[in-house]
T-cell receptor, first 111, second 110 residues
């Protein structure tokens, strides 16, 4: 069966520091991968998606970037965090454009 | 106008009650429709997909009306464990990107 991992689970970072969040999927090949953010008290917002290695599409202009160095690995990065980057970051995968399944998420607090 | 709009809630119902959630979406080209549930501080989990013919999974029934761009979820015989936020979700675009409603909070009371 398929499994999705995210780490770290929680992170507290100072403003201006870099960020790297990792997501990996097991048990499937060539999944579509997605990064979402949920700010406190708000809905989920799609940040990036990828349909293959090295293919990244951005949904909203922002301080973040994404990369997909391997088939089942998706990384979310920032060179300098802002206070507004705080939130709950969720990675998701789908197969053949069907339902999406979410990882456990990373709760990021920028101070 | 929001792309996906849901009843704001919260809904507080007694155990055993029937509760209905409604949702409308604005993109007529939307391709797939789902209900997810999200427990406090957890990731969303797929509850069920929604089809035009309507579908049922145990106590849960989902309906889709493409002409009205309307989606519903009915929960019968509510359990305490049904307490969660229910998210109406619509997919569209080349990679089936998901657009989430803001969610409706349900609390089932003993």
């Amino acid at each position: 069966s398929q499994t999705i991992h995210q780490w770290p689970a929680t992170l507290v970072q100072p403003v201006g520091s870099p960020l790297s969040l990792e997501c990996t999927v097991e048990g499937t090949s060539n999944p579509n991968l997605y990064w979402y953010r949920q700010a406190a008290g708000r809905g989920l917002q799609l940040l990036f998606y990828s349909v293959g290695i090295g293919q990244i599409s951005s949904e909203v202009p922002q301080n973040l970037s994404a990369s997909r160095p391997q088939d089942r690995q998706f990384i979310l990065s920032s060179k300098k965090l802002l206070l507004s980057d705080s939130g709950f970051y969720l990675c998701a995968w789908s197969e053949f454009y069907n339902e999406q399944f979410f990882g456990p998420g990373t709760r990021l607090t920028v101070l | 106008r929001k792309e996906v709009e849901q009843d704001p809630g919260p809904f507080n119902v007694p155990e055993g009650a029937t509760v209905a959630f409604n949702c409308t979406y604005s993109n007529s080209a939307s391709q797939s429709f789902f209900w997810y549930r999200q427990d406090c501080r957890k990731e969303p989990k797929l509850l069920m997909s929604v089809y035009s013919s309507g579908n049922e999974d145990g106590r849960f029934t989902a309906q889709l009306n493409r002409a009205s761009q309307y989606i519903s979820l009915l929960i019968r015989d509510s359990k305490l464990s049904d307490s969660a936020t229910y998210l109406c979700v619509v997919s569209s675009g080349s990679a089936r990107q998901l657009t989430f409603g803001s969610g409706t909070q349900l609390t089932v009371l003993p």
